[in-house]
């Protein structure tokens, strides 16, 4: 079968093209709409890393993940941005459309009531003709679209870069049989530099045709340029491709490096905003506070609204230890202590795993198991209320049903709370020695029982 020709071709694609707005609107709409859900997807994933993921309590050892999840956040308004303003401008194009049908004359400037000669020719020369406008908002609509593909694209692959590097360097990925965690993660990030670097030198190589003279040389530049870049950028190189040597090849040098720059230095800003209002939230600090006397990061002065079932947002992360209010009344406090993945080398020197013992069944040494472990950590975690430590409570294991989070109920009898204002602490053995303690979590709340009744 013949190929069609270029003409014939380019004529097909014009057609296309001009009648390809409708599906663009609907395109939108329903992106919109999908897109809407990527932030809370984003706020659930950092959630997700910070107890089942992260290395270490503080906020500090998380930077490059918070990092991360900054840059995906602001990719993902941008991402919706874009959408809304490509809907908007197209609906605004249908109807200017629609307009030029009703009055095919479009603007006549010779007819305009109480404008003089000149100001009629300053309105010319300001505005044209209806016409080229509509077409001008066109081409500015069908490259908004691709800008909106191309920005979920790059964020798609970087975020795939990211997850990559993430997964082979975190320790809490890979189990521990698999071996030494740092010497794993040095030679997969030296074979992730190499095949990043591949392409840069294969364009330096391809500038010098003495050295492609060799063809081992020139089976390499081949090589590095078509197939290390789809290595680093899986499932999206190939339209990210199309789209940007469209734009590199068609802009102006100048105007785009202009572009790119300015996009680079405003997306930049935005991310390093979310950065730090996303640190400063985890510190329990915030951001745009400037009253001089307001409270700082005190859990003992501070009422912080996570920490309370009643008052914590849906999307909001589950702190270490949290309460249902805090106001307190009844015979029983439920306390939930969240267990964190970090915790596990805490854990380790104070708990011993149990052995299964020979010619027990399946489900008898799962509940086995659970006893001895809960046992343990009914002893790990120390908790008290104001002076008083309680040693004898009861401890079961438990997942949030909301977040998903594991952890462990306590159900602490308040006979002993003092009318008012009490300090709830909850603390964990350093270094498996008991006697060397750290705040996992501190919360304050008032007790009231008995009054009002």
């Given at each position: 079968m013949?190929?069609?020709?270029?003409?014939d071709?380019?004529?097909?694609?014009?057609?296309?093209a001009?009648n390809?707005?409708?599906?663009?609107?609907?395109i939108?709409?329903?992106?919109?709409?999908?897109?809407?859900?990527?932030?809370?997807?984003?706020?659930?994933?950092?959630?997700?890393?910070f107890?089942?993921?992260?290395?270490?309590?503080t906020?500090r050892?998380?930077?490059?993940?918070?990092?991360?999840?900054?840059?995906?956040?602001v990719?993902?308004w941008?991402?919706?941005?874009?959408?809304?303003?490509?809907f908007?401008l197209?609906?605004?194009?249908?109807?200017?459309?629609?307009?030029h049908?009703?009055?095919?004359?479009?603007?006549?400037?010779?007819k305009?009531?109480?404008q003089?000669?000149?100001?009629?020719?300053?309105?010319?020369?300001?505005?044209?003709?209806?016409?080229?406008?509509?077409h001008?908002?066109d081409?500015?609509?069908?490259q908004?679209?691709?800008?909106?593909?191309?920005?979920?694209?790059?964020?798609?692959g970087?975020?795939l870069?990211?997850?990559?590097?993430?997964?082979?360097?975190?320790?809490?990925?890979?189990?521990?049989?698999?071996?030494?965690?740092?010497?794993?993660s040095l030679?997969?990030?030296?074979?992730?530099?190499?095949?990043?670097?591949m392409?840069?030198?294969?364009?330096?190589?391809?500038?010098?045709p003495e050295?492609?003279?060799n063809?081992?040389?020139?089976?390499?530049?081949?090589?590095?340029?078509r197939?290390?870049?789809?290595?680093?950028l899986p499932?999206?190189y190939?339209?990210l491709?199309?789209?940007?040597?469209?734009?590199?090849?068609?802009v102006?040098?100048?105007?785009?490096?202009?572009?790119?720059?300015?996009?680079?230095?405003?997306?930049?800003?935005?991310?390093?905003?979310?950065?730090?209002k996303?640190?400063?939230?985890?510190?329990?600090?915030?951001?745009?506070?400037?009253?001089?006397?307001?409270?700082?990061?005190?859990?003992?002065?501070?009422?912080?609204?996570?920490?309370?079932?009643?008052?914590?947002?849906?999307?909001?992360?589950?702190?270490?230890?949290s309460?249902p209010?805090?106001?307190?009344?009844?015979?029983?406090?439920?306390?939930?202590?969240?267990y964190?993945?970090?915790?596990d080398?805490?854990?380790?020197?104070?708990?011993?795993?149990?052995?299964q013992?020979?010619?027990?069944?399946?489900d008898?040494?799962?509940?086995y198991?659970?006893?001895?472990?809960?046992?343990?950590?009914?002893?790990?975690?120390?908790?008290?209320?104001?002076?008083?430590?309680?040693?004898?409570?009861?401890?079961?294991?438990?997942?949030?049903p909301?977040?998903?989070?594991?952890g462990l109920?306590?159900y602490?009898?308040?006979a002993g709370?003092?009318?008012?204002?009490?300090?709830?602490s909850?603390k964990?053995?350093?270094?498996?020695?008991?006697?060397?303690?750290?705040?996992?979590?501190q919360i304050?709340?008032?007790?009231?029982?008995?009054q009002?009744?």
């Amino acid at each position: 079968m013949e190929s069609e020709p270029v003409k014939d071709r380019g004529t097909v694609l014009q057609d296309l093209a001009s009648n390809s707005w409708n599906l663009e609107m609907i395109i939108s709409g329903a992106a919109i709409f999908l897109v809407s859900y990527l932030p809370g997807l984003i706020d659930r994933l950092l959630w997700y890393y910070f107890e089942n993921l992260a290395s270490g309590p503080t906020v500090r050892s998380s930077t490059l993940p918070v990092l991360a999840y900054s840059f995906t956040k602001v990719a993902a308004w941008v991402l919706i941005g874009t959408f809304v303003v490509h809907f908007i401008l197209r609906a605004f194009w249908v109807g200017l459309v629609g307009l030029h049908a009703v009055f095919p004359q479009g603007i006549q400037y010779d007819k305009l009531p109480w404008q003089s000669d000149f100001s009629q020719g300053i309105a010319r020369k300001s505005f044209g003709q209806l016409s080229d406008y509509i077409h001008r908002l066109d081409r500015l609509s069908n490259q908004i679209f691709s800008l909106a593909f191309l920005v979920a694209l790059m964020g798609l692959g970087i975020s795939l870069i990211y997850l990559f590097i993430f997964l082979i360097t975190n320790p809490n990925v890979f189990p521990a049989w698999m071996g030494d965690t740092k010497l794993r993660s040095l030679i997969l990030l030296a074979l992730v530099l190499v095949v990043a670097l591949m392409p840069a030198l294969a364009q330096w190589l391809s500038r010098r045709p003495e050295r492609l003279k060799n063809p081992w040389m020139a089976r390499f530049v081949n090589v590095a340029i078509r197939y290390a870049p789809a290595l680093m950028l899986p499932l999206v190189y190939r339209p990210l491709s199309y789209i940007n040597l469209i734009y590199t090849s068609n802009v102006p040098r100048r105007r785009l490096f202009g572009s790119l720059f300015l996009v680079t230095l405003v997306f930049t800003l935005f991310v390093m905003f979310v950065f730090a209002k996303t640190t400063m939230h985890l510190r329990g600090r915030d951001l745009f506070a400037r009253q001089s006397f307001f409270g700082q990061n005190s859990n003992e002065f501070k009422l912080f609204s996570a920490h309370y079932d009643k008052m914590r947002k849906p999307d909001e992360l589950l702190p270490a230890v949290s309460i249902p209010s805090d106001v307190v009344e009844g015979p029983v406090l439920r306390v939930f202590v969240s267990y964190r993945k970090w915790l596990d080398r805490r854990i380790e020197p104070f708990c011993e795993q149990p052995r299964q013992p020979a010619g027990i069944s399946v489900d008898a040494w799962r509940t086995y198991k659970d006893s001895v472990n809960l046992d343990c950590l009914s002893r790990f975690f120390q908790l008290s209320v104001n002076d008083s430590v309680y040693g004898k409570i009861d401890w079961i294991f438990h997942t949030q049903p909301e977040i998903g989070s594991n952890g462990l109920y306590a159900y602490v009898p308040t006979a002993g709370f003092r009318q008012g204002k009490n300090i709830l602490s909850v603390k964990t053995p350093l270094g498996g020695k008991a006697d060397s303690l750290a705040v996992y979590g501190q919360i304050p709340f008032w007790y009231y029982g008995g009054q009002g009744e």
